[in-house]
């Protein structure tokens, strides 16, 4: 999500030399959530994102702009760390623990069948897949914007997967 810190002349540059290095190394930490989720899944590093995911990408910015997301209690722009997305639980981003803890909420439900780009219930196979938002920053004269690394978590069914540019990932 996205804060705003007003600092005062005096203090602004070691403020935000500290924050934008907090960040730095939250989006580093992020990268490595992001790849070694990527490894575990069996897919490409780097690879253009599938039509299905893209769906899901937007879905979570549509959300984010209208306010309906908010960080669960363990996650502070203050002190930034990576963060992460589901379709399924849409409503919150969290922590690496509570993300955990959601997907295995799920676990052999319905809605661990149901692709999260077209909703439909996939018998079963689903491909597991990831994107990751990077942390940004916005540097104004008495203003630094901030937003938290994210990885979106979210299963395709075969269908959507498909349509991926040539590049696959492996069924769950």
């Known amino acids: 999500m996205l804060a705003a810190y007003r600092s005062s002349p005096v203090n602004r540059s ?24 990527r ?14 995911a893209q769906v899901v990408a937007l879905r979570f910015t549509e959300r984010a702009g ?6 669960c209690q ?5 002190a930034p760390n990576p963060a992460f997305w589901t379709p399924w639980a849409p409503g919150r981003i969290r922590c690496s623990a509570c993300s955990a803890q959601s997907a295995q909420r799920i676990k052999g439900t319905p809605e661990d069948r149901r692709c999260d780009s077209c909703q439909h219930d996939s ?10 938002i990077p942390a940004a920053s916005l540097k104004l004269p008495e203003l630094i914007a901030i937003q938290l690394p994210i990885v979106i978590i979210f299963g395709l069914c075969p269908s959507c ?11 769950a």
């Open 123 to 132: 018998g079963g196979s689903i491909y597991q897949n990831a994107v990751l």
């Open 161 to 171: 997967q498909r349509v991926n540019n040539g590049n696959t990932t492996h069924a």
């Open 74 to 78: 363990h996650l502070s722009v203050t």
């Open 66 to 71: 209208r306010g309906q997301i908010s960080l």
């Open 14 to 37: 070691a403020q935000t030399t500290a924050v934008l290095d907090q960040l730095d190394a939250a989006n580093n930490h992020a990268r490595r959530c992001f790849d070694a989720l």
């Open 39 to 52: 490894e575990k899944i069996g897919s490409e590093r780097d690879a253009t994102p599938s039509t299905g």
